[in-house]
């Protein structure tokens, strides 16, 4: 696989595009494999290290270590390219520890962004727990990541540190786009700064080229390109993104980096405070806890 992929980023290099590209990765990473990274020209190159930290084989079959010293590797000769930590998923329970997210926190400082996330806990996953005796990690399943508010604040909590202070780890991030632009010096590609609860983790030096480059776009000229992609229904567009019906995720993709602007489907809304993310740990509406 690693041959095969080094030969198509050659092949994209050579054609002068300079577009993002993201290689995810939890396996073992050399200082050859980094210095044939080192010689793209062209492509802006995102290499997200996959860590879990955790330790049950049934669940993560790939030594957590491996990423780690990959993390570092990687960190240690990046010239041309951006690393970034992908700490994921994040379970209760299961490597949401102090220990897990001091081992994390240490791990940023070998990377230009963090980026955090939970489970993607679909029927396939539950169906594989119960059947391997593993305790569910939550009672129902979910479309979008689930990632329980209380989770995220011990994260943010054990992040944050004295604003006159230099920290000697790096800044995580909610979104995996936030956190690539970030370690590129650029403005969210994904127009993630219409949903302003996302934003009050980033450094100052993320807001602003994501203020100057975020602005709402023509209502025609949204409309003529989504009905081209196949939209139905009215297109709108607020404050915080496009809204569509009748395009699967490519096409809603292909609208919003062309923006610069969210585009979110009017039959799957984006809560407050729960962009991306399944309901589950989270205030329902009448204040009280969703189970």
């Known amino acids: 696989m690693k041959p095969h992929l080094f030969n198509v980023l050659r092949h994209l290099d050579d054609q002068g595009l ?9 396996w073992r990473v050399d200082a050859e494999d980094c210095a044939v990274l ?3 020209k062209n492509l802006r190159l995102t290499v997200l290290v996959t860590h879990s930290g955790i330790d049950n084989e049934k669940i993560e079959p790939v030594d957590s270590n491996i990423a780690a010293a990959s993390l570092r590797t990687l960190f240690d000769n990046a010239e041309r390219y951006c690393t970034v930590l992908y700490w994921r998923p994040i379970v209760p329970g299961l490597n949401d520890s102090d220990a897990h997210l001091e081992r994390a926190r240490g791990l940023s400082a070998y990377a230009h ?10 029927e396939e996953i539950a169906e594989y727990y119960e059947s391997h005796g ?10 979008r990541k689930i990632m329980p508010e209380t989770v995220e604040q011990r ?14 780890w790096g800044a995580p991030f909610r979104k995996t786009s936030c956190a690539v632009a970030y370690a590129h010096g650029e403005a969210d ?9 996302l934003c009050n983790i980033c450094p100052e030096e993320q807001i602003s080229p994501c203020r100057s480059a975020w602005d709402k776009p023509d209502l025609a000229e949204v409309t003529e390109e989504a ?9 709108e567009i607020d404050d915080r993104a496009i809204i569509v019906e009748g395009l699967d995720e490519p096409p809603r993709y292909f609208l919003q980096h062309g923006f610069g602007y969210q585009c979110h489907d009017r039959a799957k809304p984006h809560h407050y405070r729960q962009h991306g993310r399944a309901p589950i740990g989270w205030q329902s509406e009448n204040g009280s806890p969703t189970p």
């Open 18 to 26: 300079t577009n993002h590209v993201l290689i995810i990765t939890r």
């Open 38 to 40: 080192n010689s793209l």
């Open 113 to 122: 962004a963090t980026v955090f996330t939970g489970l993607f806990f679909r």
């Open 134 to 143: 593993l305790p569910l990690p939550y009672e129902d399943t979910a479309r």
């Open 155 to 168: 994260i943010l909590d054990y992040f944050r540190t004295d604003e006159n202070l230099s920290a000697p």
């Open 189 to 197: 590609y994904n127009g993630h700064y219409g949903i302003k609860e």
């Open 227 to 235: 009905r081209a992609l196949g939209a139905t229904g009215p297109v």
